[in-house]
């Protein structure tokens, strides 16, 4: 990955705090609870440091019994009190403005993705992607959860303690306004050799999470070869390589931390020093030196912890760039529309003169014109790599032709909200994905609502309830990630009655009969032909037996499509 000149990374690292600070819109009320009760229990520190500092000057030095003391004692209580309730409900606005902040990007992300489509999906790799999904938001929640509130405070609070220390002692304010610049100074010194380790540490992460997830899914593959030893120590050389990465990032951690406690530290002790030689020679009353005294510390706080939330800052500005890279990540032509689709159903599917290609220089579709009418079976035949699956997904809506038009009824799909037309699909893909949870809600996936009753006709017409009825809770049986339990037939036909359960315009079949035997194939052609009473059938077959039930056959060779067969 290239590097980035100087004066480019600060002109990046502005625009992505500007994106930042854009993305904490929807936790902006609770940020502001942060700040203002953050301020408010700033002020109240002042006070409490004034009734301190009456209480020690009237017994320390006007030797004043307890009976005097208990009026600001008392107050000094309730101070403490409402400091406290302050601290809990900044906490509560801060969680809040993190987890309403990181729910709405992750909401974005999946939304983008899902308008980048699966052929951009496919081209990368899974687990750098579910990082970014998961880790990315999460990195950013330190941001918006303390260094936002924590910047807009490391100015007001100061501000504020100077405002009492200045009439308390004019010398101590100055020796404060003028030493409270070199805690960020520094802090910004320090912090531009950890920006870079912040972005090498991301990177490393990245790579990590999607080679471990790519590990994990081929964990049976790699045991078959005998080589999962080999990639164990890959992934164990890697995770030293991020720990060594995330230690070089501690120390720079720690060495910001370090220096600006340190100038912090010296600055108190010179105003303790000069407040401590006035007192020796009577030049100043004990209560204003003792006030001073105990504010000098709280008045450098809020930029010691602006420094210490500062490490927060870069390895957020680390996880947003590679998140705005995927946000800015051009969607593809003609899949980005709004216009609703009418609700009547949908009787004809036109294609004319469709091409596609993913790489212009070798076109995938050439010319095709078709028709595909509801109640009718179309068979799409033809060797692998014809395009027959490039061809199901533009009708399906999840790629745009390059050239030509898919018309519904008329109208011109790529003017059409493709939420409107997937609502009108049923789809059973050449390898179906099982989800996590229970049979009934894996049938249900394309149509929630769908009844009890209807489950079980679905299941039966694809062939499923005989085995769905002999599982330990039948409907109710929870099932692993990719089907976990089933065989790979049983999984085809529970994903085969997925796609039958739903009342569709378009039914589009990738080999449904795949891993069937003789007698489930058969009643998947009865399902198919139950099917074409309600909706328009196109199935990819190469079973001679399916290709004869067909109305019309198809045959799809190196793009071309050859002259239509009767069936």
């Known amino acids: 990955m290239a590097t980035h000149s100087p004066p480019r990374e600060r002109a990046l690292a502005k625009r992505l705090e500007r994106w930042l600070r ?14 203002g009760t953050g301020g408010l229990s700033g002020l109240l520190l002042v006070a409490q440091s004034a009734l301190l500092a009456r209480i020690v000057n009237g017994v320390l030095m006007h030797h004043q019994g307890l009976s005097k003391a208990w009026p600001p004692l008392f107050a000094m209580l309730g101070v403490f009190a409402v400091r406290a309730v302050l601290g809990v409900a900044s906490e509560h606005f801060a969680f809040s403005a993190s987890t309403r902040t990181t729910a709405q990007l992750r909401a974005t992300l999946r939304a983008k993705l899902a308008a980048l489509g699966p052929h951009y999906i496919s081209t990368r790799q899974g687990g750098a992607l579910a990082s970014l999904l998961t880790d990315g938001p999460e990195r950013l929640a330190p941001y918006f959860r303390a260094y936002l509130p924590q910047a807009a405070l490391s100015v007001f609070l100061p501000v504020a303690f100077l405002a009492f220390a200045f009439p308390a002692d004019w010398v101590s304010g100055l020796i404060m306004l003028i030493t409270a610049p070199l805690i960020p100074l520094f802090m910004v010194l320090v912090g531009k050799g950890a920006a870079a380790l912040n972005q090498k540490q991301w ?62 530290t010296l600055s108190i002790a010179m105003i303790a020093v000069y407040i401590g030689f006035r007192l020796y020679y009577g030049e100043m009353d004990f209560a204003p030196a003792f006030f001073v005294l105990l504010l000098a510390p709280e008045f450098y706080r809020p930029l010691r912890e602006m420094g210490t939330q500062y490490h927060a800052r870069l390895e957020a500005l680390a996880a947003a760039e590679q998140i705005v890279n995927l946000l800015e990540t051009p969607e593809p032509a003609g899949l980005a529309v709004t216009h609703p689709l009418p609700g009547a159903p949908v009787r004809e599917i036109r294609l004319e003169g469709v091409e596609f290609w993913y790489d212009p220089a070798r076109p995938v579709l050439r010319d095709i014109s078709l028709t595909l009418r509801r109640g009718e079976r179309v068979a799409l035949t033809g060797p692998s790599g014809g395009g027959k699956s490039s061809l199901a997904k533009l009708l399906l809506g999840l790629d745009a032709p390059q050239n030509g038009r898919i018309l519904l009824d008329g109208m011109d799909l790529a003017t059409i909200r493709r939420e409107d037309w997937f609502a009108r699909l049923a789809w059973l893909p050449q390898n179906p994905v099982i989800f996590h949870g229970s049979v009934a809600d894996n049938l249900r996936l394309y149509w929630p609502q769908a009844s009890q009753e209807a489950l079980r006709d679905a299941a039966a017409l694809a062939g499923a309830a005989a085995f769905i009825e002999k599982l330990p809770h039948g409907y109710d049986t929870p099932l692993g990630e990719q089907g976990q339990g089933l065989s790979g037939g049983e999984m085809r036909r529970l994903a085969l009655a997925r796609a039958l359960l739903k009342p569709a315009d378009l039914v589009i079949l990738d ?57």
């Open 22 to 35: 854009a993305e904490a819109k929807p936790g902006r009320a609770a940020l502001a609870g942060v700040i």
């Open 203 to 264: 990177r490393r992460l990245a790579r990590l999470s999607a080679h471990l997830f790519d590990v994990i899914e081929g964990l049976p593959t790699l045991k078959l070869f005998r080589i999962s030893r080999l990639q164990a120590r890959i992934v164990a050389q890697m995770s030293e390589d991020y720990r060594q990465s995330v230690m070089a990032v501690l120390r720079v951690a720690f060495l910001s931390a370090l220096v600006l406690e340190f100038f912090a």
């Open 511 to 567: 080999e449904p009969d795949a891993s069937l035997d003789a007698a489930n194939a058969a009643l998947v052609g009865r399902a198919i032909e139950i099917l074409a009473r309600r909706s328009a059938v196109l199935f990819i077959a190469h079973r001679p037996e399916n290709v004869e039930k067909a109305d019309r056959v198809l045959r799809l060779e190196a793009g071309h499509l050859l002259a239509e067969i009767p069936a």
